[in-house]
């Protein structure tokens, strides 16, 4: 099965590309997986190495693609301007200021198109459980109404599913089924404040260090806090 996975150089998506390559991903046996990532302007850009590095040990195909000229028409977010970024877990209020508007939904339009050209067979994204507490567009509800809508928008020219293997999974499911499918997490990036090493204290970095906690598997993430 040929896939279009949408992948940032994060711990979840660099997974869920390792996953859904190999044997036992409940798809289906030796997956081609298309490496797409994207460029929203970004303050954590660096992200965008890591993907690259995930496509490279794939030995996939790799893209990225710009879409930095959209960043003032969806700003708002300390992920793309200049506000700072919140410290804490994801449950709490302040982590809404690291919403961009709309993103999911932009970026697997772009993936859709880009799957019909090439005919492929699916789209991945690895929104995760841990993802539902303030992203509208990360939730089984979204997924579901976007495939629908998909359905309908390439109808008598494709036919690719919408994949999203983790989004009942936690965070510390994701650092397990990494570790089993062998990947190597000092290559995959999470923190947003963009930093020479993760800083320790945004919600991602938090999240990050809890979730291989609670998966028991040692976290090779240097930390500044």
Same mark, same amino acid.
């Given at each position: 099965m040929k896939i279009i996975a949408i992948v940032s150089g994060g711990l979840d998506s660099v997974t869920m590309a390792h996953v859904l390559a190999k044997r036992g991903t409940g798809y289906r046996p030796e997956n081609e997986v298309h490496v797409l990532s994207f460029d929203y302007g970004q303050r954590h850009k660096k992200e965008l190495e890591y993907a690259k590095q995930c496509?490279?040990?794939?030995?996939?195909?790799f893209d990225i693609i710009d879409l930095s000229s959209l960043t003032k028409y969806i700003g708002g977010s300390s992920? *793309?301007?200049d506000i700072a970024v919140p410290d804490g877990h994801y449950a709490e209020e302040n982590m809404k200021i690291t919403v961009v508007p709309n993103r999911n939904a932009i970026m697997l339009s772009i993936a859709y198109g880009v799957a019909v050209a090439c005919q492929a067979d699916a789209v991945a994204i690895a929104v995760h459980a841990g993802d539902h507490f303030i992203y509208p567009d990360c939730r089984p509800k979204f997924i579901s109404a976007f495939e629908q809508m998909e359905n309908a928008a390439i109808e008598g020219f494709g036919n690719a599913r919408l994949l999203a293997?983790?989004?009942?999974? *936690?965070?510390?499911d994701i650092v397990e089924a990494g570790?089993?499918?062998?990947v190597s997490f000092s290559k995959t990036w999470s923190c947003y404040?963009?930093?020479e090493i993760h800083c320790g204290t945004c919600g991602t970095?938090?999240?990050?260090?809890?979730?291989?906690?609670?998966?028991?598997?040692e976290d090779p993430t240097i930390y500044l806090r």
């Open positions: 496509a490279a040990d794939l030995d996939s195909p992920l *793309t301007d293997p983790f989004i009942n999974s *936690t965070k510390s570790y089993n499918a062998g404040k963009g930093g970095c938090v999240e990050r260090k809890e979730a291989f906690l609670l998966a028991g598997v």
